[in-house]
């Protein structure tokens, strides 16, 4: 890709987070009364800025030198999102933690993530609209993409890759509460980056069902079954083991 053309996909997502953050703050001001549908509509319009990011920035993966110039970009625009989505999930995993444990109620969980899943949906379909406009030079060809597989392991492998990786993410999230904000949004973004590095090409660590399905649709379509089972069960699995170790076994150990 050439880096006019990844100056424009930089501008592009810029943009992105401008205005999923306009929109948050018009929310919270026509919808202060009704705390419900505003946390619902900021968790929708929150997991909509990381698909629709991610998309993008997955074009961006060839730019030269790599994995270089991959990995800084996923460490900056994490950064960026812990920054700007303080207080939403964005992933049906870190909804099903506080489930697990009581914090939030069943219903409301519930509620999440199927936002969740629907904004993954819909910044799948808003990045095939913008690809289609041809802004820049890789997006003609994200377009002819089908099933861009990111699994290039066995899927039993690649089950336990993410059920671990989305164990030890959400560990490190329960245990980095008590660090300063300033601080813990780069200590979560250094452990993405160093997850995507370790398992990015055997599975694209991705820990996070809504963002897998935005990412690959194509592939839950195609192989529903392994991908289902990979990229939905694993890092649920291993959320569901974290919280109950951390709620059920530490307490008694200490």
Not at 46 to 51: K, L, P
Not at 125 to 140: D, K, N, P, Q, T
Not at 186 to 195: E, F, G, K, P, V
Request: hydrophobic share 50%; proline share 4%.
């Amino acid at each position: 890709m050439a880096v006019g053309g990844a100056g424009v996909s930089l501008l592009f997502m810029t943009s992105i987070v401008v205005a999923v953050g306009l929109c948050k703050r018009l929310i919270r001001r026509r919808l202060y009364s009704d705390r419900r549908l505003s946390t619902l509509l900021t968790e929708l319009l929150s997991t909509f800025q990381i698909c629709a990011c991610t998309n993008e920035l997955c074009l961006l993966g060839n730019v030269e030198p790599k994995p270089h110039v991959g990995l800084s970009l996923t460490y900056g625009f994490t950064v960026l999102h812990g920054l700007t989505l303080t207080g939403s999930a964005c992933n049906p995993c870190g909804t099903l933690q506080p489930m697990w444990s009581g914090g939030v109620p069943l219903k409301t969980g519930g509620l999440k993530i199927a936002a969740q899943l629907v904004a993954a949906v819909l910044a799948r379909v808003f990045m095939r609209c913008i690809w289609s406009l041809g802004i820049a030079e890789a997006h003609y060809g994200a377009l002819s993409q089908g099933c861009s597989s990111p699994m290039q392991t066995t899927v039993m492998q690649a089950f336990c890759i993410e059920l671990l990786f989305s164990a030890v993410f959400q560990l490190t999230l329960l245990r980095a509460e008590r660090v300063n904000p300033k601080y813990r949004v780069h200590l979560m973004a250094l452990l993405i980056t160093m997850l995507v590095y370790a398992g990015g090409n055997l599975t694209g660590a991705i820990f996070n069902p809504a963002l897998a399905l935005s990412l690959h649709p194509h592939c839950f379509y195609e192989k529903f079954l392994s991908y289902s089972l990979v990229y939905w069960v694993a890092p649920s699995l291993g959320t569901v083991l974290v919280a109950f170790i951390w709620g059920e076994i530490l307490p008694r150990i200490s």
